[in-house]
C-alpha cells in the first residue's frame, strides 16, 4: 500500500534557526496537505498543494510540492519558540480518506 | 461551530472493560474518521464513514468498532480492551466526497489499559 515517509523523525533547533521537514510518497499524489500537531495538542491543518512545483507561503513557512507529485518539503525560516511541534505531511489514498507521514517533531532551544 | 467534539478527554479501563469514545461534529460534514496516535507516533486509521449508515475499515480496526448512524456523531468501541489499546484517540472530520478537503480534528480522548 502506499507509504508516506518523513525525515528527520526528530529535528532540534536554536532559537532563530531555519528548519526543514520532507516528505516523501511511494506513489505519486494528486494533492498534499500539511498538519501542525502541538504537544499534547490535536493536529491542524495547514496548508494543501494541488499542481506540481507548486510553492505557498505563510509567513516564515514555505511549501513546496515536487515536480513528480511525490515528494514535498516545509522549511520554516527564523525558527520561533511557537513554531514547536510535530509537523505531518498526509497524502489522498483514493477519494475517501488520507495516509499520515510519520511526521517531524520540532524542539526549540531558546 | 463547536467544531468536532470528543468525550471523555481522558479515561483508564481495565483489562477485559468495554468502553465508547464518542465524537460529535456540527459542520454537517459528510466524512468522518477515527485514529490513533501512539506515544511519539504518527496516526493510523481505524475506521472511517463517508456519510450516516456507511463505514469502512481502516488500516488497523481489529478490536473496534464503530457505527454511523447521524451525520453529526461517530462513536467508536472498544470491546474487551487490552493494554495494546492504550493510546490517544482523535476524530476527525471532513466537508465533501473528495481528498482535497481538510480533515478537521477533535481534542483527543486519551486512553490507558491496565
Known amino acids: 500500500g502506499q507509504q508516506v515517509m518523513q525525515i528527520p523523525q526528530y529535528q532540534h533547533v536554536q532559537e532563530g534557526e531555519d528548519f526543514t521537514t520532507y516528505c516523501n510518497s511511494s506513489t505519486t499524489l494528486s494533492n498534499i496537505q500539511w498538519y501542525k500537531q502541538r504537544p499534547g495538542g490535536h493536529p491542524v491543518f495547514l496548508i494543501q498543494?494541488?499542481?506540481?512545483?507548486e510553492v505557498k507561503k505563510q509567513k516564515r513557512l514555505t511549501f513546496q510540492f515536487g515536480e513528480a507529485k511525490k515528494n514535498s518539503s516545509l522549511h520554516i525560516t527564523a525558527t520561533q519558540t511557537t513554531d514547536v511541534g510535530t509537523y505531518f505531511c498526509?497524502?489522498?489514498?483514493?477519494?475517501?480518506?488520507?495516509?499520515f507521514g510519520t511526521g517531524t517533531r520540532l524542539t526549540i532551544i531558546p | 461551530n463547536a467544531g468536532v467534539t470528543q468525550t471523555p478527554k481522558f479515561r483508564i479501563l481495565k483489562i477485559g472493560q468495554s468502553m465508547t469514545l464518542q465524537c460529535t461534529q456540527d459542520m454537517n460534514h459528510n466524512y468522518m474518521y477515527w485514529y490513533r496516535q501512539d506515544p511519539g507516533m504518527g496516526l493510523k486509521l481505524i475506521y472511517y464513514s463517508v456519510g450516516a449508515g456507511i463505514t469502512d475499515k481502516g488500516e488497523v480496526p481489529n478490536g473496534y468498532n464503530v457505527s454511523r448512524s447521524t451525520t453529526e456523531d461517530f462513536p467508536l468501541r472498544l470491546e474487551l480492551a487490552a493494554p495494546s489499546q492504550t493510546s490517544v484517540y482523535f476524530c476527525a472530520s471532513s466537508r465533501t466526497t473528495n481528498s482535497y478537503n481538510e480533515q478537521f480534528f477533535g481534542p483527543g480522548t486519551r486512553l490507558t489499559v491496565l
Open positions: 498526509a497524502g489522498p489514498v483514493g477519494n475517501e480518506k488520507l495516509t
Open positions: 498543494l494541488v499542481k506540481s512545483g
